[in-house]
């Protein structure tokens, strides 16, 4: 069964520093997303992306977020100065049609801000 | 602001007990509703409802929609300690997002 790939699985990082995570989605997918989740809280969406742009981002994607499909393979969401809070879970996921039943959810990156 | 709100929080059942899951929701724009298992990490699908009356079923597990009172049920019958997880429910809206409940934690006990 196809899948998406995320990597790092857990990254620990100094406050202030940036980090990318990277995805590589399913090969014949053109929706993108990235998610997050604080631990003991709900699953959040950050940002979608389709046709090499931006389709919708939530008030948490801000001007530290970035996201990148670099070579029509990766996904990455870059943090530019993490902070505390931005320690979580995040899940990236694809989809052919954008709807929700062809979404498809990575096993996620755990983010931890020390 | 879109809202998704699933009850019970917890719920510890023994084996062969049925479980109703229970998502309620308020959102503009809404497309569809999705449940999802989380077991470890990720989300996975189980099902997805956008048309009220209509039971989705497979295997143990049935799913329903309510439009006009705006929300939705899981059912899961004679239950075996392989479904213990996190079930989420999520809305679809417009913009291609989906707005998460925080979770029913099912621990189903042998």
């Known amino acids: 069964e196809p899948e998406v790939t995320q990597t790092p699985s857990h990254q620990v990082t100094q406050m202030g520093q940036e980090v990318i995570l990277r995805c590589v989605p399913i090969s014949n997918h053109l929706y993108f997303y990235w998610y997050r989740q604080i631990l003991g809280q709900k699953v959040e969406f950050l940002v979608s992306?389709?046709?090499?742009?931006?389709?919708?981002k939530s008030e948490i994607f801000d001007d530290q977020f970035s996201v990148e499909r670099p070579d029509g393979s990766n996904f990455t969401l870059k943090i530019r100065s993490t902070k505390l809070e931005d320690s979580a879970m995040y899940f990236c996921a694809s989809s052919l049609t954008g709807s929700g039943n062809t979404i498809y959810f990575g096993e996620g990156s755990w983010l931890t801000v020390v | 602001e879109d809202k998704v709100v699933q009850s019970p929080l917890s719920l510890v059942v023994h084996e062969g007990d049925t479980v109703t899951l229970n998502c309620s929701y308020e959102v503009t724009n809404f497309r569809s509703l999705l449940w999802y298992k989380q077991e470890k990490k990720a989300p996975t699908f189980l099902f997805m409802l956008t048309s009220s009356g209509i039971e989705k079923k497979s295997g143990r597990l049935s799913s329903i929609l309510d439009k006009k009172e705006l929300f939705s049920i899981l059912n899961i019958t004679a239950t075996q300690t392989g479904d213990s997880a996190v079930y989420l429910c999520?809305?679809?809206?417009?913009?291609?997002?989906?707005?998460f409940g925080a979770g029913t934690i099912l621990r189903v006990k042998s």
């Open positions: 999520a809305v679809e809206v417009r913009g291609n997002k989906l707005v």
């Open positions: 992306f389709y046709n090499n742009e931006i389709s919708e």
